[in-house]
């Protein structure tokens, strides 16, 4: 696939077997998976400001005997595209109850460069990292020429860390990445933003990116990477195939998990979204567009999907046409979730339920934190609330606790 470098199948067939879920979810006959059902709790909000959205809000949870919720988000204006700012944290000690007020994280504030740019580190998604005991967040850089007009071949994967112990959180980091992909393209704009990654058992992570062929493509390519993480540094291993479409801007913003020995990748597409599964994280099957079981085309074009497993059941979280929402921008909002059919690559159409009302904003920019194999919260800020019937309202963070019944 694509000339990808692997690693020895040995190697290989210990970090699957580490990270294998057991298969509870089939049926007897192994056609369909059994239907795992999940309670929805809404969990209290928190409030945008007067001033400015809190936007790309995602959640890290970092266990202990006093668990913290740790939110990342970023300080955006109401209006205008990518007008983000300085990162945000919020912390909760008691599973999402309550929130302290957002600070701003001194090491991810925006900044100007000395050619004149202004970077933004921007689209974080917090994991908590076992191994070392700290939270890593990747993402990506936005950057502003004079402080105004964004150049998006300036992108790279950004990375910052956290010490839960200390509270302290490190620098803005980039990820080094090889100079050309296995097609001998120049790999331009890398980054991470929105990415839903998956941290193995022995510390390494796979990390979903997306990059442009050369400064001149239009479109984008997605890729995983295999990266090691010794608690400061995040580095470059390897990646696997390499996939994109020759249709506007290719597939971007991927998403991976690890699920019953297997990885599934979700991709976003303008026009739609694509599917492909794994044996070993890398190196990942042609893509099938997403449809539910009936053949049905999902619907979800133009924004991210995430992933989410318990129970032993494979989950999706996604926006789409068709749900009374031709007036939402995007068709951005409800949020929904569906159980996946993992060997069909298919969602189950009688799974489908609301995560997240429409309510006069986007809810198309979500995270997901893993709780454990029973719980997961998902975590959305709200978009466009000053573009809409809310107009003068703030933006609000919500979330949305998932237990298996």
């Not at 740019?117 to 004079?146: C, I, M, Q």
């Amino acid at each position: 696939m694509s000339g990808a470098r692997r690693m020895s199948d040995w190697r290989w067939a210990v970090l699957i077997a580490m990270t294998a879920t057991p298969l509870t979810g089939l049926a007897e006959d192994d056609a369909t998976p059994k239907i795992v059902k999940l309670r929805l709790e809404n969990l209290p909000s928190i409030s945008g400001r007067d001033d400015s959205d809190w936007t790309q809000a995602r959640t890290a949870l970092v266990p202990g005997e006093r668990p913290l919720l740790l939110t990342t988000t970023s300080l955006t204006g109401k209006t205008g595209t990518h007008a983000y700012h300085d990162i945000h944290q919020t912390l909760s000690r008691d599973g999402g109850k309550t929130w302290s007020t957002p600070e701003v994280i001194p090491s991810l504030k925006r900044f100007q460069t000395d050619d004149g740019y202004e970077v933004a580190p921007g689209d974080l998604w917090p994991t908590w990292h076992a191994r070392s005991g700290k939270v890593l967040v990747t993402g990506k850089t936005f950057n502003f020429e004079r402080g105004a007009k964004e150049n998006r071949l300036r992108e790279r994967v950004s990375y910052a860390v956290m010490d839960p112990k200390s509270g302290a959180w490190g620098p803005l980091r980039l990820l080094e990445l090889p100079p050309n992909d296995h097609s001998g393209a120049p790999i331009v704009a890398a980054n991470a933003g929105c990415n839903q990654p998956f941290p193995l058992p022995n510390g390494q992570i796979l990390l979903p990116i997306r990059y442009r062929r050369g400064k001149k493509a239009g479109n984008y390519t997605t890729a995983v990477a295999r990266c090691a993480f010794d608690g400061e540094t995040l580095r470059y291993l390897e990646h696997g195939s390499e996939h994109t479409i020759e249709r506007q801007r290719g597939l971007y913003e991927p998403s991976v998990i690890g699920f019953g020995g297997e990885f599934f990748l979700t991709m976003r597409a303008d026009h739609s979204a694509y599917v492909s599964r794994s044996d070993d994280g890398l190196n990942y099957t042609p893509i099938k567009e997403w449809t539910f079981d009936d053949g049905e085309v999902l619907g979800s074009y133009n924004t991210q999907q995430h992933w989410v497993s318990a129970g032993g059941g494979l989950f999706l979280v996604y926006t789409r046409r068709g749900a009374d929402n031709d007036h939402v921008f995007r068709h951005r909002a409800p949020l929904f979730i569906a159980q996946v059919d993992p060997q069909r690559l298919q969602v189950l159409r009688a799974t489908e339920r609301i995560l997240l009302p429409e309510n006069g904003a986007t809810l198309g920019n979500s995270g997901v934190c893993r709780v454990s194999d029973r719980e997961s919260l998902v975590t959305c800020g709200e978009g466009r609330v000053s573009l809409g019937p809310r107009r003068g309202e703030n933006n609000r963070i919500l979330y949305v606790r998932i237990t298996v019944n």
